[in-house]
């Protein structure tokens, strides 16, 4: 007999804010509004109604934290293709649409220089 844990929904809650890291902080470094609307569309990163045990929901955020972590990184290097794909195909694995490859954002990296861009969070909000 084996015994297996569902996910929580605190899990589940910590994985959708991090698709929301994604879209407002990550993904406005690399394309342009236009861009970021069309992952949208097609569903980019939208995540399964619920995983299936506590292990899978662990392997999805590390996978999503180590993606953030080489795209934010001040120079992607081209050492980080491989851990890149890696956690990219463990997302995908576990029913996430991440539909990239590392050369896009390498070569969309010394394409864009403006980061304003309507996902990204205000840096101020005004008060009423």
Known sequence: MKIVFASTPSQEQEICGLVRYIYSTV??????????????????????????????????????????????SSTLCEQYETLFNKNVSNLQEFGL??????????????IKSNVFSIYTKAANELLV
């Open 27 to 72: 993904f406005p470094l690399y394309f342009t509004d236009e861009e970021i609307n069309e992952f949208e569309q097609i569903k980019v990163l939208q995540t399964p109604e619920d995983f299936n045990t506590l292990g899978d929901a662990f392997q999805v955020m590390a996978s999503m934290q180590t993606v953030i972590s080489i795209l934010e």
């Open 97 to 110: 649409f991440f539909p990239f490859e590392f050369e896009q954002f390498l070569q969309a990296k010394n």
